[in-house]
T-cell receptor, first 117, second 112 residues
Framework: DTGVSQDPRHKITKRGQNVTFRCDPISEHNRLYWYRQTLGQGPEFLTYFQNEAQLEKSRLLSDRFSAERPKGSFSTLEIQRTEQGDSAMYLC???????????????FGPGTRLLVL | DQQVKQNSPSLSVQEGRISILNCDYTNSMFDYFLWYKKYPAEGPTFLISISSIKDKNEDGRFTVFLNKSAKHLSLHIVPSQPGDSAVYFCAASAAGGFKTIFGAGTRLFVKA
């Protein structure tokens, strides 16, 4: 399977605990995105990487959230001191945008569903 | 601000008939539009896209129409099948931009 993979698929944690999610993008893709999705809404942009550089963060991403993409391969999203409002589906997507490219199609992983008790 | 709007939360269609899902956008800078399909407990799956230089793109049973003057696009599924029952997201992006903005989704029910 050469699609985007995410781990874990489900995570239940207690308020105040830290959690970390992993995303493995499609291997030749240079862009990687993190989204959050809550019930009845579409995916909301959190942050994205071009290779290993994190180029943009949404204001939705408080200082409790941090994301990394070492070596431009897999990425991790960490949430510190989780709150009940962090309960959501966290989606990772990857794409390839070549030099001079203007349009890209993002391919999503299955998501990590987080429940904060 | 909702730059991409899907005003119908749900749609029910009989098997074999046409399903039409609608999407409106407000940002005139958007020039690339996509439709994704999502089953429960899975991530969105890319379905079809259209560039603003076109007004129609077809892929099998799926056709996307773009009306730039009305800032409106629609997805037609003909004929609809029970396996098409899912949530459909409309998404839009601007050239060279990194953000793809998603609508809230429309849940399609195809009845056998």
């Amino acid at each position: 399977d050469t699609g985007v993979s995410q781990d874990p698929r489900h995570k239940i944690t207690k308020r105040g605990q830290n959690v970390t999610f992993r995303c493995d993008p499609i291997s030749e893709h240079n862009r990687l995105y993190w989204y959050r999705q809550t019930l009845g809404q579409g995916p909301e942009f959190l942050t994205y990487f071009q290779n290993e550089a994190q180029l943009e963060k949404s204001r939705l991403l408080s200082d409790r959230f941090s994301a990394e993409r070492p070596k431009g391969s897999f990425s991790t999203l960490e949430i510190q001191r989780t709150e009940q409002g962090d309960s959501a589906m966290y989606l990772c997507a990857s794409s390839f945008l070549g030099i001079g490219g203007l349009q890209e199609t993002q391919y999503f992983g299955p998501g990590t569903r987080l429940l904060v008790l | 601000d909702q730059q991409v709007k899907q005003n119908s939360p749900s749609l029910s269609v009989q098997e074999g008939r046409i399903s039409i899902l609608n999407c409106d956008y407000t940002n005139s800078m958007f020039d690339y539009f996509l439709w994704y399909k999502k089953y429960p407990a899975e991530g969105p799956t890319f379905l079809i896209s259209i560039s603003s230089i076109k007004d129609k793109n077809e892929d099998g049973r799926f056709t996307v129409f773009l009306n730039k003057s009305a800032k409106h696009l629609s997805l037609h599924i003909v004929p609809s099948q029970p396996g098409d029952s899912a949530v459909y997201f409309c998404a839009a992006s601007a050239a060279g931009g990194f953000k793809t903005i998603f609508g809230a989704g429309t849940r399609l029910f195809v009845k056998a």
